[in-house]
């Protein structure tokens, strides 16, 4: 698709500013509205008169008991420790599909990719009474084990990703009398950080915007994440502040979309290359 | 850890027997021990988290279970009440509806804009951003309360309809326009359906558009003929996925609508959570799963036998 005369850019340029457009209105309208009082956010207009920064300093201590400092600590504490542990089995487990040979391989890999299929809601209630006899309930053991497995989506991009490494290096490392997990540790993974990135990127977004496990797994104010904050706005207000409820939603997506911006170069290769074809 | 027999190093280029080569290649490959340590993690998830809770739900839907008391087998009782259920038959008619309409119109918006992002222009990579924002701030609840105030009764839609003299109506109260919202709100996050597209739409040759374009072919033909079939794998991944994904919606349901108004909203998603989670009937909700399981399993069973008349595999064409 290379090589178009310039008009048909300008044309292209166009229409992606109006798509930008249409997509982007509803969030700088939020970012607006995050700072209109209450009276103001009936009024037509994407920016407040008055720029009442209180939104966001009466938002953040606005629930009983605890500020927003908390449930953040508590979101980004629960998502790094589920982030690492979905980047390092992914990665083990993806080499293995990928580079190595054992009985009933291929068995186990259309199973993997046949859980990419299971809706969530049939294992949810013998996981949930599973958690309960453990008496994992109100912790954040169900929300953080679960990654520990690596989760089928990221090990199957990582497996499309190391199946496009020439296996000429692992090749040579071997007879050079390197483990396997030396050719793992010292070859692969470097060579699959944008893939990586990618998984890393996908887990933090997935885990920071998952509301439904916190919210039948975590049941006191002190362990709330900050979608579960969120939703107390609403619960415990009889007349939600609005604009205040808007300035917290904002800075709870800011996490995400400070990551994103940092990786995004890796996160698009990562996809790119890892080529969904099969 | 243990070493299959060392080869030595055999240059593979220098052999021309292909068959004996990769019959060497894949024996020094070959490690059982070292292959199931290495996804002994997935393994071990799948087995505990997965395959015995599947089993166990499946025993459980044949029982009555409140998670106080021990579950008590009363064999199809669950499934005959299920289909006697109005509530059950209106968020089946209700997730259907929603797929239909969300999926298509996600996925056409995604292709566009990954075809129109597919070429060397300036500042690619800032369109690209944009695009992907609403995606990235994803199913999480502040976008559930951004779309609560747009489409509320002060929000930014009516005063567009407004501007454009429609009379300002709760979009969200309405039953009849409810569920339209979240579809949008849905479509407006095609962002990640996109970037597969691109990934895809990069791997195309761009010899095959060369050839077309001496050959003198249209736009519209080199789309026909070239695109849509190069790409028909990556279409129906998306879709797939997307579908699969649209069954299961629940945060958007749960928090901009709570399933109202009068269950006009209420995902099958949705209606399980209720039962298992409000009313504690577990063994309910574990028939409405499985219910689930299986309306999954026939829809992505269909996608693929239909898939066979539209999508083209290169691999296989060059055969």
Redesign the interface.
């Known amino acids: 698709?290379?090589g178009?005369p310039r008009k048909s850019?300008l044309l292209?340029?166009l229409?992606?500013i109006a798509?930008?457009l249409v997509?982007?209105?509803?969030?700088l309208?939020?970012i607006g509205?995050s700072f209109k009082s209450a009276a103001e956010?009936?009024n037509?207009g994407l920016f407040p008169e008055q720029w009442l920064w209180r939104n966001y300093s009466d938002g953040w201590v606005a629930l009983p008991q605890y500020t927003f400092t908390r449930f953040f600590e508590n979101s980004l504490l629960l998502n790094a420790t589920t982030t690492l542990l979905h980047v390092v089995?992914a990665s083990?487990?993806a080499?293995?599909?990928a580079?190595?040979?054992?009985?009933l391989?291929g068995m186990?890999f259309s199973?993997?990719l046949l859980?990419?299929?299971?809706?969530?809601?049939?294992?949810?209630?013998?996981?949930?009474?599973?958690f309960?006899a453990f008496d994992w309930i109100n912790t954040y053991l169900p929300l953080i084990?679960?990654s520990?497995?690596?989760g089928?989506f990221f090990?199957f991009l990582l497996v499309q990703f190391i199946r496009g490494i020439p296996?000429e290096l692992d090749?040579?490392a071997?007879?050079d009398?390197c483990?396997?997990?030396g050719i793992?540790a010292r070859i692969v993974m470097p060579l699959t950080v944008p893939a990586l990135i990618t998984v890393m990127i996908f887990s933090f977004?997935?885990g920071?915007?998952d509301?439904?496990g916190p919210l039948?797994y975590l049941n006191t104010v002190d362990k709330y994440t900050v979608?579960l904050a969120?939703?107390m706005f609403?619960d415990t207000q009889s007349a939600v502040a609005?604009g205040q409820?808007?300035a917290m939603?904002?800075l709870?997506?800011l996490p995400?979309?400070l990551i994103?911006?940092l990786a995004?170069k890796h996160f698009?290769e990562g996809?790119?290359t890892?080529?969904?074809?099969? | 850890m243990d070493l299959p027999s060392l080869q030595p190093a055999d240059p593979a280029r220098a052999r021309p027997d292909v068959k004996a080569i990769t019959k060497k290649a894949g024996q020094r490959w070959n490690a059982p021990v070292v292959g199931y340590l290495f996804i002994a993690p997935w393994l071990l998830g799948f087995l505990i988290l997965q395959l015995w809770p599947i089993i166990q739900s499946f025993y459980l839907s044949m029982t009555e279970f409140s998670l106080l008391e021990p579950a008590r087998w009363i064999g199809l009782d669950n499934y005959r009440d299920i289909s006697q259920d109005r509530l059950f038959f209106n968020s089946l008619r209700v997730t259907f509806v929603y797929v239909a309409a969300s999926v298509p119109l996600k996925l056409i918006a995604a292709l566009l804009i990954a075809m129109l992002l597919n070429r060397q222009i300036r500042g690619i990579s800032f369109y690209r951003t944009l695009v992907y924002l609403p995606s990235l701030i994803g199913g999480s609840l502040a976008v559930a309360v951004l779309w609560r105030n747009i489409f509320g009764l002060n929000g930014f839609v009516n005063q567009l309809a407004v501007l454009v003299g429609i009379d300002p109506k709760n979009w969200i109260g309405t039953p009849s326009t409810a569920l339209g919202t979240l579809v949008l709100l849905t479509a407006w996050q095609f962002g990640s359906a996109m970037i597969i597209f691109l990934a895809g739409l990069k791997q195309i040759p761009s010899e095959l558009y060369e050839a077309a374009s001496v050959d003198g072919a249209s736009r519209l033909r080199k789309f026909a003929r070239i695109t849509l079939p190069m790409l028909s794998p990556v279409i129906l991944f998306n879709l797939v996925m997307g579908i699969i994904n649209a069954f299961q919606m629940f945060t958007s349901a749960y928090i901009v609508t709570n399933g109202g108004p009068v269950n006009s909203t209420e995902m099958f998603a949705l209606f399980l959570y209720n039962k298992a989670f409000g009313s504690l009937q577990m063994g309910y909700a574990s028939a409405l799963a499985w219910i689930l399981l299986v309306i999954i399993g026939v829809v992505t069973a269909l996608n693929f036998v239909a898939s066979k008349y539209w999508v083209f595999y290169e691999t296989e064409g060059r055969k």
């Not at chain 1, 859980?115 to 599973?130: A, F, K, N, R, S």
């Not at chain 1, 890892?274 to 099969?278: D, F, H, N, R, V």
């Open positions: 698709m290379n178009k850019n292209v340029h229409v992606m798509a930008c997509m982007s209105y509803p969030l309208w939020w509205a956010l009936g037509p089995s083990l487990v080499f293995g599909f580079r190595l040979t054992f009985p391989k186990w199973i993997l859980t990419l299929m299971l809706p969530g809601q049939v294992t949810l209630i013998p996981q949930y009474t599973m309960h084990v679960p520990a497995m690596g089928a090990i296996r090749e040579s071997k007879i009398g483990s396997w997990f793992y977004i997935w920071w915007d509301y439904f039948i979608p969120l939703r609403i609005w409820l808007l939603s904002l709870s997506v995400p979309v994103f911006f995004q698009v996809i790119a890892s080529g969904l074809k099969g």
